[in-house]
């Protein structure tokens, strides 16, 4: 009983002065100070082994010191204030770096928007030329309403070719398809700061090139709403 009693009491730091070295009663208050300093900074939830281990260590130690019949040696009872000591200050650095909580992962780059795509399908040229067949006007007059209701837009046209020749030539002739569809636009009324053009020759097929149906679709004029 009196051993139980007295060890509670070591453990509150007040009532051990009479069976105790002076030295010895500041190292277990320094153990018990960093004890709740770790308990404050959330280290029972945090670092609860490291925790338990100090104050499992500051009552062994305080039993070891306080018990009139221990043969413990000084030396021995320092190594155990030193390793409650050491735990509590480990299971406070880690409460105050956050538990070791694993780091936010970073959010996920937002995916590139594709552009809005108007198809103006229906719109043709004359054979290895950039000039618009007299039928594509109705389809380009629909596209002037569109761009004119919409007048906050601008747009890049876009000319794609099929495969067949060159892929410079094709190039070259997307280029001076996509100009022609814009001057059309801008002859029509809508303004030319609100339009760029660019041909894209045979790239970005939407159907196969081995066939007369696959060539047609993949002959054709965009708009790309920017």
Known sequence: MKRILLLAACASMTACAGHMASPQISELDEVRAMIQKAKDAGAEKCAPALQAKAVAGLYHAAHEITDEGSANPVDE?????????????????????????PKPKPRPKPKPVAPEVISLEGVFFETNS???TAASSE????????????AG??????????????????????????????????????????????????????????????????????????
């Not at 030193?82 to 956050?98: E, P, R």
């Not at 389809?139 to 919409?150: I, M, P």
């Not at 041909?199 to 970005?204: F, I, K, P, T, V």
């Open 139 to 150: 389809r380009l007059d629909r596209a002037v309403a569109t761009l004119q209701k919409r």
């Open 130 to 132: 950039a000039d618009l």
């Open 77 to 101: 009872n320092n190594d155990l204030i030193s390793t409650a000591l050491s735990n509590a200050k480990k299971a406070h650095s880690k409460a105050v770096k956050g538990c070791g909580k």
């Open 153 to 226: 837009l601008h747009v890049q046209v876009a000319a794609y070719t099929d495969s067949r020749g060159k892929a410079s030539y094709n190039l070259a002739l997307s280029d001076r398809r996509a100009a022609s569809t814009m001057n059309y636009l801008v002859e029509h009324g809508i303004a030319a700061d609100r339009l760029t053009s660019k041909g894209y020759g045979e790239s970005s097929p939407r159907a196969d090139n081995a066939t007369v149906e696959g060539r047609a679709k993949n002959r054709r004029v965009e708009l790309h709403i920017k």
